[in-house]
């Protein structure tokens, strides 16, 4: 069975990545998601296990001292971290898996698995993503500010990423996406036993 693609997926807080993942999964069942484990406190609505594992810091760093976290960081005075070990055995079965992950989190993993292919979704300008931070009204002005100025440094780093994709309208992001996927999929190096099945037939 040949191995499932890693893709690697940033974006900055509130660029609308989480609402492109959705329609991506809705519409591609070899794809899972990587749960990632954080210190920060859930937003309303959030569950524990299906947006993030919420961990004390103590939890969290026992995991990192443990080799258990594929990658980690720090975001806006929280920790957060990809469990190592669902993202391995999916990727084994043939499984494609999203990480959904900071700018810090992207280059250590394009580091450690360089095949993984990396997306940043930006948001069409700053004032949309001002608007679309404080209409989700979950965190303070402080917090605002401080994600809008990560924002800012975050799209300094975008080029260092295979691909960028402009959320202006759901769907063609979404489109984009798949189209990013299907043809990194196709690419000869995911399929290295493709020539020895053709010499065979
Ligand atoms: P939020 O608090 O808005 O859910 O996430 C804040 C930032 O942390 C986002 O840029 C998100 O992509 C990133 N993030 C979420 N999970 C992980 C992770 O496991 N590792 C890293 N490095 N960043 C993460």
Request: charged share 30%; net charge negative.
């Given at each position: 069975m040949s191995k499932g693609l890693l893709l690697v997926v940033s974006a900055p807080s509130a660029g609308g990545k989480g609402t492109i993942l959705k329609e991506m999964f809705q519409q591609d069942e070899q794809l899972r998601l990587s749960v990632s484990a954080t210190t920060r406190q859930p937003r309303p609505g959030e569950k524990h296990g299906e947006h993030?594992?919420?961990?004390?810091e103590e939890e969290f760093q026992n995991l990192v001292n443990s080799g258990n976290m594929l990658e980690y960081a720090a975001y806006v005075g929280n920790s957060y971290g990809t469990p190592r070990e669902p993202v391995e055995k999916w990727l084994a079965e043939g499984l494609d898996v999203v990480l959904e992950i900071d700018v810090q989190g992207g280059a250590q993993v394009k580091k450690l698995m360089p095949d993984c292919v990396s997306v940043f979704i930006v948001p069409p300008s700053m004032t949309v993503l001002e608007k679309r931070l404080r209409d989700r009204?979950?965190?303070d002005e402080s917090t605002v500010r401080k994600r809008l100025e990560t924002a800012r440094q975050e799209l300094s780093h975008?080029?260092?990423?295979?691909y960028i994709v402009v959320n202006d309208r759901l769907e063609d992001a979404v489109e984009d996406m798949l189209a990013i996927l299907r043809s990194e999929k196709r690419k000869y190096a995911r399929n290295p036993g493709v020539i020895q099945k053709v010499l065979e037939q």
């Amino acid at each position: 069975m040949s191995k499932g693609l890693l893709l690697v997926v940033s974006a900055p807080s509130a660029g609308g990545k989480g609402t492109i993942l959705k329609e991506m999964f809705q519409q591609d069942e070899q794809l899972r998601l990587s749960v990632s484990a954080t210190t920060r406190q859930p937003r309303p609505g959030e569950k524990h296990g299906e947006h993030y594992y919420f961990i004390s810091e103590e939890e969290f760093q026992n995991l990192v001292n443990s080799g258990n976290m594929l990658e980690y960081a720090a975001y806006v005075g929280n920790s957060y971290g990809t469990p190592r070990e669902p993202v391995e055995k999916w990727l084994a079965e043939g499984l494609d898996v999203v990480l959904e992950i900071d700018v810090q989190g992207g280059a250590q993993v394009k580091k450690l698995m360089p095949d993984c292919v990396s997306v940043f979704i930006v948001p069409p300008s700053m004032t949309v993503l001002e608007k679309r931070l404080r209409d989700r009204g979950t965190e303070d002005e402080s917090t605002v500010r401080k994600r809008l100025e990560t924002a800012r440094q975050e799209l300094s780093h975008a080029e260092d990423y295979d691909y960028i994709v402009v959320n202006d309208r759901l769907e063609d992001a979404v489109e984009d996406m798949l189209a990013i996927l299907r043809s990194e999929k196709r690419k000869y190096a995911r399929n290295p036993g493709v020539i020895q099945k053709v010499l065979e037939q």
